[in-house]
């Protein structure tokens, strides 16, 4: 239920959504209601401004990312490597007759960098399917497919697909491998995601050592007061993941997951 009722509160709020809902509504309502109409699709303008146009999202980005730090340097040994999902997009595998990396890509390049120092490491790719439809393909069978078009060895690889969002990630994880007491294990995830994905292991207790391996950065780490140009879509996605990972590591936090 938690995971259907996020996924449709999260359709109406985004910034993009957001905005476009207002406008509609005011552009719909304005024949009508005249003053109302004006209102929500200035709110509308509002929201692509703040969210589009002032570094918003570049700012909440490089704030998020900046919360978990990249270690200095790795152990001589570790247990293993756990791999947090979102990395295909699995519904084009049929269409395009193969797995398709998406934005996250680095989460599972760093994952074969860091295994191919470990040899004796396993390595945990936990992803099953984050779509209310049109989610018969899991992302672990893109994974293997992917790993396999590498030849990368998978004798210490294992896929957890049963997962749905971050906190099913983490926890159907721990419960498929069962940490030790003592264990060192590297979690890889992106570096804007990297505080709920922490707050949630904290949370969950794994018992072991974890050492944060944040990638994927999507800023420099530095705040802006006025933007650098205009780039009102690539804006808007920021925003948008910031405000995403920010309300979930809130909702988290308020449902006793984080």
Not at 74 to 100: A, K
Not at 124 to 142: C, K, Q, Y
Not at 150 to 163: A, H, I, M, T
Not at 177 to 197: C, D, K, N, Y
Request: hydrophobic content about 45%.
């Amino acid at each position: 239920m938690t995971f259907w009722l996020s996924k449709i509160l999260w359709a109406v709020i985004s910034p993009v959504n957001m905005a476009a809902i207002l406008l509609a509504l005011g552009v719909g309502l304005g024949p009508f209601f005249r003053r109302v109409g004006y209102g929500l699709c200035a709110c509308a303008l509002a929201i692509i401004v703040v969210f589009g146009v002032l570094p918003t999202g570049t700012n909440l980005v490089a704030w998020l990312e900046r919360q978990v730090p990249a270690p200095a340097s790795l152990p001589d040994d570790i247990t293993g490597i756990l791999v947090l999902g979102g990395m295909f997009e699995t519904r084009l595998y049929n269409e395009v007759s193969g797995p398709q990396l998406n934005e996250n890509v680095d989460r599972a390049l760093k994952a074969m960098e860091i295994g191919l120092k470990y040899p004796n490491a396993k390595i945990v790719f936990s992803g099953g399917t984050g779509f209310l439809t049109d989610n018969a393909r899991t992302e672990d069978m893109d994974i293997a497919d992917f790993l396999a078009r590498q030849g990368y060895p998978l004798d210490n690889v294992v896929f957890e697909n049963r997962s749905r969002n971050t906190y099913e990630n983490i926890l159907d994880s721990k419960e498929l491998i069962q940490p030790g007491v003592g264990e060192r294990w590297i979690l890889i995830t992106s570096a804007f995601h990297m505080p709920r994905a922490m707050a949630v292991i904290d949370e969950l207790g794994w018992g072991t050592v974890i050492i944060p391996v944040p990638v994927d950065y999507r800023t420099n780490g530095q705040y802006r007061v006025a933007p650098r140009r205009l780039d009102v879509l690539g804006e808007l996605y920021r925003s948008t993941i910031a405000i995403k990972e920010i309300i979930g590591l809130n909702a988290y936090r308020f449902l006793g997951r984080a």
